[in-house]
């Protein structure tokens, strides 16, 4: 906690050690001094003049990029920077509709960047939008009701049921105060707040003194004083959190960049020599500038972003299909490559509804079956159905459901609870045993109450049915069992020996007693709840794990994933919980004050051994996923709550709840989970598995196409011979650069795009993640691209050769020119048509996957197919490609040559999985 700096003459006066207190550790009264405040709250003056040293009460909103700056990103890449400098030659040299082709490129490649991208993260406006508008304080002991973000230290507050907590206080006055702080602690019940100091190093969610900025006050009354505002508040400083992260780069992305940057540079590079080559050779300046500039547009694969973006695109709709919003498209991605899983239990792993599921009474030991708030489920003993409750059962739950204020209703096909948590598992058993809570409420009705004090740990309710009165008591097992005698045969050791049983299970027990009231009585009094009670047994509840978690969390330790449990919960309850989800680890769980005293080392090394870390607290959460970072690990951060929000932000892949989760804790997340459903995660990693897969097909498809036009460019300039005419050369290539754009983009592109259509591969949750390191550019696909380049260059240069030698002489050198490169054209297309069906498995083989599985692939042919006639018989298209008809017969020699990567890629795969299966007979050579 920041202490707000004294500006006044009071903080002269403190000592340095008076200081270094924290204000969860010091009495109410103390806390007054040292603010330099009373009862009555600040005087008008110096609330003025602390409002004007310490700034509004306001979390600072970030502003996101703005529309041009985005704009411009999409332009900052090394590849698209050659295109413009291409583009912008080729205009200079006179190419006026090769010029603007290729700045046509760039310019739709930006306008579908910038529209996947234009949505501005608004994780600190969320934060901002918790805190409340107006706020009632005392100011010179006068009520008044004030903007929040008037509010300064010192001021005096009042708190009632249904209020947001307008900054951090320590409370002055509590009245059955309970405060929902799920958001910022990660607990699922609401908080009992009391006056006494406790220790200094307690945590956030050990703090019963204290209020916090942003949470709501559910039930009773209170009275604080301001000890931060602003940015010094707990919600401020998981705001100044979220600034200091820093977003990772996904692996695609980075493996792109990669890409992008190699291929720059070796572009330029033989762009550089082609063109000196051409001088060389003859040729004039500005044919063998647009040679160079033919192969840097032939070998930049201009539609791979396209093709990378509507993947992706295609893997978002799947997944909503599957109740995963993504936010961010490159999340698509990262989830396939994730190793670890770092989640929030409360509301994620659990159903966030308190639920019984042991009961103790005079009888025996019972279980009760079904979870969350639905009154559906059964009493068992040992395992086995009681159809009928014993009458000390039903006394017991009937009781527990009586002594408490919770109701419980069906809403928009769910079941909810109105009041505490805890009251809610109450009324939810009895109604599973047969008990109508709230005709049994009308017949019994309660005519006064001791409500709840965090000090006595008891409530305590008087019940008036006909003639007969009866005093009910609910609260900590101690409590009760001070004031009360056991059931007949039950001894206090066994009562505590269960206690501690339960307990140590992870649930929260209660004690449940009742004695007879004075005829005539209306009221209790201190000596009424004081004894004289007779116990009716203990009620244990949890908060249980949703049932799809467990088989989720299965799935995913089958995938290779591991997970980890973040609560702000007890360390008995979490370590409960995790047992029941089979999160089992070296480690044992860690507590957040365990994790704050360890070195980075240490922190690093139970970060990978412990599966279950509890009590911590935001900057812990966020320092697990940075030392899981570290070690190479690809992060994955789901939870619901504002204390999620850094973590989320700074995963590889944040994962909010879209039902239960923050404002906050959405807007930082890549992703939202529709449904609230762990199990959705493991559904989503499968997905992000296969989208990564089927780009890599899409990578392997896409980049032997340009290595070959490259190639083929290159060869043109170095061997094919030139025309002499007066003055120079007449070069022939045997592609221009509108020709390259048409095969880059048009064919290309819709060819490859069904390939994101493609299934998963049969192994895609039972192999373990792809190393982080694992290039992109693996082995395979440098074969692969290299064998089908030198493929499509023999074949397409072949074509050439025997068009452009047999026709020259007889056509003239521009239409024979034409023919010659229509059909080289229609040659690498029908090249990329075969070799389609080659990419669609990266594993198995067509037989495998299935000739008709994947109908998209043949809506592509048939585009492709339906734009080559185009390009080769419509007379605008001709005229802007430079293409002309072609007869049946030369029609059929491109489709065959085309057809030559067949048995080349067949070869290939024999030659591949031979060395295959060497390597395995022999692993050590």
Not at 349 to 359: F, G
Not at 616 to 622: D, G, I, Q, R, Y
Request: net charge neutral; with cysteine; proline share 5%.
């Amino acid at each position: 906690m920041t202490r707000w700096p004294m500006q006044t003459k009071a903080d002269t006066l403190q000592s340095t050690a008076e200081a270094a207190v924290p204000w969860h550790a010091r009495l109410d009264t103390d806390a007054l001094s040292a603010l330099g405040s009373s009862l009555e709250g600040l005087s008008q003056q110096a609330a003025v003049e602390r409002l004007a040293a310490d700034g509004p009460n306001t979390i600072e909103r970030r502003r996101a990029a703005g529309p041009w700056r985005l704009l411009l990103s999409q332009i900052n890449n090394p590849l698209i920077w050659v295109l413009l400098g291409s583009g912008g030659l080729a205009m200079a040299f006179g190419k006026l509709t090769d010029g603007a082709v290729v700045l046509g490129v760039v310019v739709l490649n930006s306008i579908i960047g910038f529209v996947q991208e234009y949505r501005a993260g608004r994780a600190i406006e969320a934060l901002a939008e918790m805190v409340p508008v107006k706020a009632v304080v005392l100011r010179e002991g006068e009520q008044r009701t004030l903007p929040a973000a008037q509010l300064v230290a010192g001021d005096v507050v009042l708190l009632a049921a249904g209020d947001r907590v307008p900054a951090d206080g320590r409370l002055l006055a509590a009245r059955q105060l309970r405060i929902e702080e799920a958001a910022l602690t990660g607990e699922s019940m609401s908080a009992t707040k009391q006056l006494k100091p406790v220790e200094v190093a307690a945590g956030i969610g050990d703090r019963p003194n204290m209020v916090f900025g942003g949470t709501l006050v559910t039930h009773g009354t209170g009275t604080a004083v301001l000890v931060a505002t602003g940015a010094r508040t707990e919600l401020g400083r998981i705001s100044g959190m979220l600034k200091e992260v820093t977003k990772l780069k996904t692996r695609m992305s980075c493996a792109l960049a990669a890409i992008a940057k190699v291929l720059t540079i070796a572009i330029l590079g033989v762009a550089a020599l082609l063109f000196g080559v051409g001088l060389l050779r003859g040729y004039a300046l500005g044919d063998a500038a647009l040679a160079a500039i033919a192969l840097a547009v032939g070998a930049i694969p201009e539609g791979l972003p396209a093709i990378v973006t509507i993947a992706l695109a295609v893997g978002v709709r799947r997944m909503a299909a599957r109740n995963a919003i993504v936010r961010k498209l490159p999340a698509v991605e990262t989830l396939g490559s994730t190793t670890v899983i770092c989640t929030d239990k409360t509301g994620t792993l659990t159903r966030n509804e308190m639920t019984v599921q042991a009961l103790w009474s005079a009888s025996g030991r019972y279980s009760v079956t079904g979870v969350g708030y639905e009154p559906t489920g059964q009493l068992e003993r040992d395992g086995t159905e009681t159809p009928v409750a014993p009458a000390d059962v039903i006394d017991l739950v009937e009781s527990a459901a009586l002594c408490g204020d919770a109701t419980l209703r069906r809403s928009d096909k769910r079941w909810q609870v109105s009041g505490d948590p805890t009251e809610g598992a109450l009324v939810v058993v009895a109604e599973k045993l047969g008990i109508d809570v709230q005709a049994r409420r009308d017949e019994a009705h309660r005519i006064d109450v001791v409500p709840f004090d965090a000090v006595q740990q008891f409530m305590a309710t008087l019940h008036v049915e006909g003639d007969h009165s009866r005093v009910l008591l609910k609260g900590s097992p101690e409590a009760v069992m001070q004031r009360s005698v056991l059931p007949d045969g039950c001894q206090r050791s066994d009562a505590l020996a269960e206690v501690e049983r339960l307990a140590g299970q992870g649930m929260r027990v209660l004690a449940v007693a009742a004695k007879e009231a004075g005829s005539g009585q209306k009221t209790l009094t201190e000596d009424d709840v004081t004894d004289g009670f007779a116990m009716l047994g203990l009620v244990a509840m949890i908060d249980p794990p949703r049932p799809e978690a467990i088989t989720a969390l299965a799935t995913c330790h089958r995938a290779g994933i591991a997970v980890k449990m973040i609560t702000g919960d007890h360390r008995a309850t979490a370590a409960a919980i995790g047992k029941q989800l089979g999160m089992e680890a070296p480690g044992e769980a860690r507590t957040g004050a365990e994790l704050g005293a360890m070195s980075p080392e240490q922190l690093a090394e139970a970060a990978d051994q412990s599966a279950v870390f509890a009590r911590v607290a935001p900057e812990h959460k966020l320092a697990l996923v940075t030392a899981l970072q570290a070690r190479g690990e690809v992060v994955a951060m789901t939870g619901d709550g504002v204390n999620d929000a850094p973590a989320i932000k700074q995963a590889n892949i944040g994962v909010a709840m879209g039902i239960t989760g923050t404002a906050a804790a959405r807007e930082a997340a890549d992703m939202v989970l529709a449904d609230d459903n762990f199990a959705t995660i493991a559904a989503a990693v499968e997905e992000g598995r296969r989208v990564y897969d089927n780009l890599i097909k899409s990578l392997v498809f896409v980049l032997p196409t340009n290595i070959g036009l490259a190639l083929i460019l290159m060869i043109s300039v170095l061997f094919l011979p030139v025309q002499e005419i007066a003055g120079g050369v007449l070069p022939a290539h045997p592609l221009q650069p509108t020709q390259l754009l048409w095969i880059n983009l048009i064919a290309a592109v819709a060819l490859a795009l069904p390939l994101a259509f493609e299934a998963s591969e049969r192994d895609v949750m039972s192999r373990p993640p792809r190393s982080p390191d694992q290039s992109v550019l693996s082995p395979f696909v440098l074969q692969r691209t290299a064998v089908i380049a030198v493929l499509m260059t023999a074949g397409a240069v072949g074509v050439f050769f025997w068009s452009y030698g047999n026709g020259s002489p007889t056509l003239g050198h521009e239409l024979a020119l034409a023919r010659a490169q229509t059909m080289v054209v229609g040659t690498v297309v029908a090249f990329q048509i075969f070799y389609l069906f080659n990419c669609r498995s990266l594993r198995g083989s067509i037989l495998e996957v299935g000739l008709l599985s994947n109908p998209a692939l043949f809506v592509g042919i048939g585009v492709v197919m339906f734009l080559q006639v185009g390009f080769m018989f419509a007379p605008p298209l001709q005229r802007l490609f430079g293409s002309t008809a072609l007869s049946p017969g030369e029609i059929a020699m491109t489709i065959g040559a085309g057809a030559c990567v067949l048995p080349g890629v067949f070869v290939e795969k024999r030659i591949r999985r031979a060395l295959a299966r060497r390597a395995a007979r022999n692993p050590d050579d």
